[in-house]
């Protein structure tokens, strides 16, 4: 280190290395690309406002305990009621009918695929579960009203109405089944396969490694793969206007048919409502129910997904 | 001699090596969950089967030569409904594709993984791609239609379909922009190339495929959806093709929902005919997204 | 694999030596035949006082030395100690790691390379670099070499150019037959030679290696060696290596880094010893350095 001469700078133009160009172009760049980035924040911002604006002029006509807590819902009627009650029955059993399907078939599906099944069958069988998620819901919406009920149901209870809400929360449940099944799926093949390997080490047999080691460790991520099941059910539009009617109907009996929270909207919005009136505003009301319910479904759903992300990773 | 070698084997332990579990509970267990997993296969298969055999009668050109007619069923064909979902369509991918590739490659390559606003966008994205479609519906009737004046057409359809498809764009096209090593980007940098040249030139090229099949995925979600359509006015009786981006339209899931109202056969069976020319499409999408995924393996 | 090969081919040699492994690594000096003074005329680089910060860690300290023009330098030294950091502060691509800083003065030609009105991609333009594992673009080879005076939209006959890279990266040959390959179709030798092609196409002052053979096999290593000579005659060349037998091959000046261990178990990189190539390794004037050199440890 003592041998290094007097630093002679070498001969070299004045101030190469300064910022000759001004590069504002990248500058504009960048802005540009954060505006895209910030569409999606407006998106959700617009959505909002979309929603509360009417809401608010509703909600000062109609006040909120008689929107939730009446139990008719007659707006086209020449004394308009804004009881939304019914809607929310016909909500709740279609989905409670739907999930009771999805659940069970959606964790043992991904049980079966992710403990039992062999690869071969694995690579066959998950990409028909994402054909099933693909199929556009107004499809179904057609074969629970034409193959659902009048081959199935009719034969086997015959005092159905055409339009039920037993339909459609079957036909529902199925197209869920794929929503549950990979994101269950996904929690199961994040425990590790030591555990895995621990419990057949000690001679358990798949079934009981099955329920009493991966499911209890996955369990946070198979409640979000249920949740978002939940919310999917209640979101859902094209199934319910098509095989449950359009009635609003406060009751619990699946054999009838009901109007649900989306086909409310699906059915107002596509009629003839004047704009600015109660029954346009009562539209967005219910659209605003939908939206909190599920978004703090999916809310919830998020968080258990990071919790079990969290906890193998 | 005597041999200190015993010539019987010692007694065997208390417990064989024979299974003493309870192989009938494990195989019950076993075949409750196949059977689970094969409702769903057998519903699809039963699904796809009926509708084809149902709308059989109507699986001829008709069917996208003819406009739709309520009078005289025998003749109707669903040619505004094909048009009209295809200039949906384009005005969606319009929509989509520049806003959710440029977000993605924000969100990638320029932001700060740490910032706020960082945070907030990928909060947005994750909460708009759990929001039902109908929402997204009175997103376009109260803002696009009315607000923005576009009134009840094609290209109000697009935007609000775009919106809805925006977070399968983005996601999917992160995916593809991370899986491009970072060592390539480093090279280019090295060189003296700016971050947008790097972008533009190196990593963007590099995730093309994951783009495609992105865009493919975002398409097929949004060619199935009606809900949002039906708060947009496409369930009003359409029998012309869209003429323009302003003009009025129908899609073919909302033709679907109309025949399907209509409580005479013949419209059912039209139903049919026309769900499995949907399907068909849609077969057809995926195939080319599966086909593209595989062509283009590359080995990093 | 390779790397793997060559670094432990590194290791079984090093720990083989004592006091006749340094002869060993002697013996290799002076191969290449240049001489160089032995203080340096033409500073291309200074440093005084450097160190480069991770956030709050300091990944290497109190570096002061210089770069002489048309030489080469290596930094030899065990894993960990700031070597790579170090070379990757002259051309600032720890500006890319988030939270990474550069203390102290390091300047290029006497102007301060960390100015607030620096460009960083000029800086890059000018000062090049070769990496561990050959990152050639998936573009054709072509491409690849004329990708650099694209971007830096250099006015100049691009086939002419592309011809005159690959002659001097000792690539021509092999190649010119079909510039439309993929680049991915060429050996790893050879893709670590297109990397230095594309290096050279824009022109810079300053080629930094960092373990540029690490990843191929002794010929292509040996290939590129002799590249380095030729390229010693127009460049000036810095490179990180663990291989001593090659430093000792190929370098003028050689700058030996340790590693600091703090009451925490921290590592800072900190430079112990740097001199001509020759006296480094037969007259080392730390101890530490003579440890390393002769194998008792690294």
């Given amino acids: 280190m003592s041998t290094l001469a007097q630093a002679t700078p070498a001969a070299a133009d004045d101030n190469p290395l300064r910022q000759v160009k001004a590069r504002n172009g990248e500058k504009v760049i960048k802005a540009l690309l954060a505006t895209a980035a910030a569409v999606s924040v407006a998106t959700t911002f617009g959505i909002v406002i979309s929603l509360l604006v009417p809401s608010i002029t509703f909600f000062s006509e109609i006040s909120i305990t008689e929107f939730l807590f009446t139990t008719t819902w007659t707006p086209l009627f020449a004394n308009p009621q804004y009881g939304v009650l019914p809607l929310i029955a016909g909500t709740f059993v279609i989905t409670i009918i739907a999930i009771s399907v999805a659940i069970p078939l959606g964790l043992g599906s991904a049980v079966y695929l992710s403990e039992f099944a062999s690869s071969k069958v694995r690579r066959t069988v998950k990409p028909v579960l994402e054909v099933l998620e693909g199929v556009p819901t107004v499809v179904y919406g057609f074969f629970a009203l034409e193959f ?68 209890p460790a996955a369990l946070s991520g198979i409640v979000a793969a249920f949740v978002l099941g939940i919310s999917r059910a209640i979101g859902e539009t094209m199934v319910v206007t098509v095989a449950a009617g359009l009635m609003p109907n406060l009751t619990l009996n699946p054999f009838e048919g009901m109007q649900t929270m989306t086909s409310y909207i699906a059915a107002a919005a596509s009629g003839d409502v004047s704009t600015g009136s109660i029954e346009y505003q009562s539209i967005f009301a219910v659209g605003l129910l939908l939206f909190v319910i599920t978004f703090a479904m999916n809310a919830l759903s998020i968080r258990l997904v990071r919790k079990y992300r969290q906890t193998y990773q | 001699m005597t041999a ?29 969950l196949f059977a689970a997993t094969a409702v769903g296969i057998v519903f699809l298969a039963v699904l796809i089967v009926y509708v084809t055999l149902k709308g059989l009668p109507r699986l001829t050109p008709a069917l996208w030569q003819n406009m739709p007619s309520i009078r005289n069923p025998d003749t109707a064909g669903a040619q505004s409904a094909i048009t009209g979902t295809i200039w949906v369509m384009a005005f969606t991918a319009l929509t989509a594709l520049p806003v959710g590739i440029l977000s993605a490659v924000y969100l990638e390559e320029f932001g700060n993984a740490k910032s706020r606003f960082q945070r907030v966008v990928d909060i947005n994205i994750q909460n708009l791609a759990a929001v039902p479609s109908v929402v997204f519906g009175i997103l376009g009737l109260a803002i696009i239609a009315r607000a923005f004046q576009l009134g009840q057409t094609v290209i109000t359809a697009g935007l609000t379909l775009g919106l809805l498809v925006l977070p399968v764009v983005i996601i999917s096209t992160r995916e593809s922009l991370r899986a491009v090593p970072q060592n390539i980007r480093h090279g280019s940098l090295a060189l003296g190339a700016t971050q947008w040249q790097t972008t533009w030139k190196q990593t963007m090229p590099a995730a093309i495929p994951g783009m495609a099949t992105g865009t493919i995925l975002a398409l097929s979600r949004a060619i199935g959806e009606a809900a949002p359509l039906l708060l947009l006015g496409a369930v009003s009786f359409i029998s012309f093709n869209p003429t323009g981006p302003f003009s009025a339209y129908t899609t073919m899931p909302i033709q679907i929902f109309n025949w399907t109202k209509n409580p005479r056969e013949e419209f059912q069976i039209l139903a049919a005919a026309l769900i499995v020319l949907l399907l068909v499409l849609l077969l057809a999408m995926n195939a080319v997204a599966i086909l593209i995924r595989n062509r283009t393996q590359r080995r990093w | 694999m390779k790397q793997m090969r060559d670094s432990e081919a590194a290791k079984q040699s090093s720990s083989d030596m004592s006091t006749t492994g340094r002869m060993d690594v002697a013996a290799s000096l002076g191969s290449h ?33 210089q770069i002489g023009r048309n030489e080469i330098t290596a930094f030899i030294g065990p894993s960990g100690c700031g070597k790579s950091t170090l070379l990757r502060s002259f051309n600032r691509m720890n500006d890319l790691i988030p939270g990474a800083r550069v203390a102290g003065s390091l300047t290029y030609h006497g102007y301060d390379v960390y100015a607030p009105n620096v460009d960083p991609i000029e800086v890059r333009r000018r000062i090049g670099m070769v990496f561990q594992k050959p990152n050639v673009f998936p573009k054709s080879i072509y491409e690849n070499v004329a990708y650099g005076p694209k971007v830096n939209k250099m006015k100049v006959n691009m086939d002419d150019l592309v011809e005159e890279c690959l002659t001097r990266a000792a690539l021509w040959d092999e190649v010119k037959d079909d510039l439309k390959k993929s680049a991915y179709a060429l050996s790893g030798g050879q893709q670590q030679r297109l990397v230095i092609a594309r290096c050279i196409a824009v022109k810079p002052d300053v080629i ?31 490179i990180v290596t663990h291989n001593m037998q090659q430093a000792a091959r190929v370098s003028d000046r050689t700058a030996f880094f340790t590693a600091d261990v703090d009451s925490a178990g921290v590592r800072h990189g900190r430079l112990v010893e740097y001199g001509p190539t020759r006296s480094i390794f037969t007259a080392p004037n730390d101890p530490r350095t003579e440890d390393y050199i002769s194998g008792r440890f690294g």
């Avoid at chain 1, 086997?156 to 269950?184: D, R, Y």
């Avoid at chain 3, 203080?39 to 440093?47: D, K, M, P, Q, R």
């Fill in chain 1, 148 to 215: 659902m009920t009048q081959l199935i149901l009719r034969p086997i209870f015959p005092g159905i109405q055409v339009f039920n809400a037993l339909s459609a929360g079957l036909v529902m449940g199925i197209m869920i089944i794929p929503t549950v099944a990979s994101l269950a799926e996904d929690a199961m093949s994040a425990v590790p396969g030591g555990l895995r390997d621990g419990a057949y080490a000690l001679g358990a047999t798949k079934r009981q490694t099955a329920l009493r080691v991966v499911i």
């Fill in chain 2, 4 to 32: 200190t070698i015993a010539t019987t084997p010692s007694p065997a332990p208390e417990s064989t090596l024979e299974g003493h579990g309870q192989p009938l509970i494990d195989k019950t267990f076993r075949w409750i």
């Fill in chain 3, 33 to 65: 035949g240049r001489e160089i003074p032995e203080t340096i005329s033409n500073v291309v680089f200074g440093l005084d006082n450097v160190q480069v910060f991770y956030g709050d860690f300091q990944a290497v300290r109190d570096v002061s030395m």
């Fill in chain 3, 208 to 238: 930094l290696m960092d373990e540029p053979c690490a990843s191929l096999d002794p010929i292509a290593t040996a290939k590129v060696e002799d590249l380095m000579q030729e390229l010693a005659n127009d460049y000036t060349i810095v």
